[in-house]
């Protein structure tokens, strides 16, 4: 494979690299912007890039291991962290309040006799025992 930055050869190591960091560059940008299905829909080519550069360490020779390009790649992993951890809190408060609309939200009366739908009262007593 030919480093397209340098015209030299790449290595699959490096090319493994490439592949997670700019999926990860577009992961981190789409959670920066709140675009959580486009993050979302980059689990599974994330995962594929990962698995890709685990085969590629493997399979590498000792010493072969880009040291600045990995430490780069481990930067936007823990961006990546970072943004994933506050996707998660953001949509954790966005299922709470949806859940506590759902709480508030007008009751559904219950049927009294003969099928009818009940009365629904407010006088102190049905208050008192509704609370």
Do not use: C
């Not at 999926?23 to 995962?47: C, W």
């Not at 506050?86 to 219950?110: E, F």
């Amino acid at each position: 494979m030919t480093d397209r930055k340098s015209g030299a050869d790449s290595s699959p190591m490096q090319e493994a690299i490439r592949r997670l960091s700019a999926l990860l560059t577009e992961e981190n940008a789409a959670l920066e912007s709140m675009d959580f299905a486009r993050a979302g829909s980059l689990l599974a080519p994330k995962h594929d890039a990962a698995n890709a550069l685990a085969s590629a360490w493997r399979a590498a020779e000792p010493g072969s291991i880009p040291t600045t390009e990995m430490h780069d790649l481990g930067r936007l992993a823990e961006e990546n962290r970072q943004l994933l951890k506050r996707a998660m809190r953001v949509q954790s408060r966005v299922l709470d309040l949806v859940a506590k609309a759902a709480r508030s939200g007008p009751q559904a009366g219950g049927y009294g006799s003969a099928g009818k739908p009940a009365k629904r009262t407010t006088d102190a007593h049905s208050f008192k025992a509704r609370a």
